[in-house]
């Protein structure tokens, strides 16, 4: 077997291994050491998967149950990235847990889960995939044990993902019996001589099951309770990570099916019109910075739902899956590392007059915000041209168009947040958590400018990304 394809996640695993019995040993004032190795492994990981993409052909591996395709790699960069961000948020956060070293661990493992997911080329390993994000996420959600809202959002994620994950094994268990393989390559020749019911009933029941891990209607709703309960970083980590993952998950599976009998586009068109309008007016009514950003989260997995039902019939539709999931990711770790920043603060209240006091830090959330909503050039703008761009060629000119509408719905609650900031006095000094923390919000604000300015580039590359099998 070809080891060396899966180095880079195989890293991953290891170095959350590795942190577990360094936690075991090492002092109690020495648990952030945790840090620095999960960063390392993040490197080294990132280093093998971008070698595989510039020097392996986009193809499957593992006897066709591994996809090593431009898309996968794409995303498991981002995740990487992601979770190296939410490392540099960790260490001032939980400075005053004795214990927190096995959280690096968490993180790793959680990332792997996700990484799993965007790269699976057989269902049986899907799962797998979405179970180990899912475990190790409940525990992310729930890590500070002594916070009633922690545990409440632990519990709420919890409970959705167990029934979600029961849908989804069900689905797979109904798309193996229609086809007699769980490889996707296989699946994709299989299916056309299968049941078009069974086949019907598995991709709304897979479809279900990975709208829990996206944040997307019907199973969106324990985005909000953890981007206000969970701890900050965790809060960043779990609606930024499972999403990417879950999304390239999502589209190589449904992609397989044949779209008239089945019918997955209409469903995945429909899937992100609701998720978009639920998430953009559930935020209108929040005065809870954090979990007005959970339900931002939610609206922002419907516009990347968008590009689901063009692949195949726009070139458009994989270069806008990758660039606007890299987006939004940038963009969702900037505005939680702000809250981070600022030890988690969540009222509306508290942010107003932040320009006046912490310049940096507002200019960090405006920016994030603004790209949220698509204003040029941030990174933002490019993403969501390209998925409308994507949409109207694929024949589905009316979801861009409800898309534009809540895009416009999104501005008025982005601006009561951003008005505040800008205009109003703060009623007392606003302290700030540590260098750690604000190193991690400066990156993640300089990818969202950094996206914006060299979107060209960066969309010639993203458009020769392959979506296997």
């Known amino acids: 077997m070809p080891i060396g394809d899966v180095a880079g996640e195989i890293t991953v695993v290891v170095g959350a291994a590795v942190i577990v019995v360094v936690s075991l040993f090492v002092p109690r004032r020495r648990q952030w050491v945790g840090a620095p190795l999960a960063l390392g492994t993040c490197v080294v990981s990132a280093t093998f998967i971008g070698s595989r993409l510039a020097t392996t052909p986009q193809q499957l591996t593992w006897e066709g149950a591994w996809s090593l395709d431009g898309a996968a790699g794409w995303a498991e960069l981002v995740i990487l990235v992601a979770t190296a961000v939410t490392v540099l948020l960790s260490p001032e956060w939980f400075a005053t847990d004795a214990r927190h070293g096995e ?140 999403k990417v993952g879950a999304l390239i998950g999502l589209a190589r599976i449904l992609a397989l099916l044949p779209d008239g009998a089945v019918g997955w586009r209409p469903l995945a068109a429909g899937g992100a019109a609701l998720t978009m309008t639920v998430g953009n007016l559930s935020a209108l009514w929040q005065d809870d910075v954090r979990r007005l950003l959970g339900w931002s989260s939610v609206s922002q997995a419907g516009y990347a739902l968008m590009a689901i039902p063009a692949l195949g019939r726009s070139p458009d539709a994989v270069p806008a899956l990758v660039f606007f999931v890299t987006a939004y990711a940038a963009a969702q770790l900037a505005a939680f590392g702000v809250v981070t920043e600022l030890r988690g603060r969540t009222s509306l209240s508290d942010y107003r007059g932040l320009a006046a006091q912490r310049p940096l830090a507002a200019a960090a959330l405006v920016l994030a915000l603004l790209s949220f909503v698509g204003i040029p050039p941030l990174a933002g703008f490019a993403g969501k041209l390209l998925l409308f761009t994507a949409t109207i060629d694929s024949g589905y000119g009316w979801l861009a168009a409800v898309a534009v509408v809540n895009t416009v719905i999104s501005l008025f609650y982005y601006l009561r947040v951003i008005a505040p900031m800008a205009l109003d006095e703060a009623p007392a000094p606003v302290p700030l958590l540590g260098h750690w923390a604000a190193t991690a919000t400066a990156m993640a604000t300089a990818l969202v400018v950094g996206l914006g300015l060299l979107a060209q580039p960066l969309l010639h590359a993203a458009s020769q990304a392959r979506l296997l099998p």
């Open 103 to 242: 959280w690096y661990a968490l993180l790793l493992l959680s990332a792997a889960g996700a990484m799993t997911v965007a790269s699976a080329a057989d269902s049986i390993e899907l799962v797998l995939g979405v179970l180990l994000s899912s475990a190790t996420g409940y525990v992310l959600a729930a890590y500070h044990r002594r916070s009633a809202l922690s545990v409440e959002a632990g519990a709420k994620y919890f409970l959705v993902g167990a029934l979600t994950n029961t849908l989804l094994l069900a689905g797979v268990v109904l798309l193996f019996g229609a086809t007699g393989t769980t490889l996707y390559a296989e699946t994709s020749k299989a299916s056309a001589g299968a049941s078009t019911t069974v086949l019907v009933a598995s991709a709304a029941l897979i479809t279900v099951g990975l709208a829990f891990k996206l944040g997307a209607v019907p199973a969106h709703t324990w985005v909000p309770d953890v981007a206000q309960g969970a701890p900050a970083p965790a809060s960043a980590f779990l609606t930024v990570v499972p």
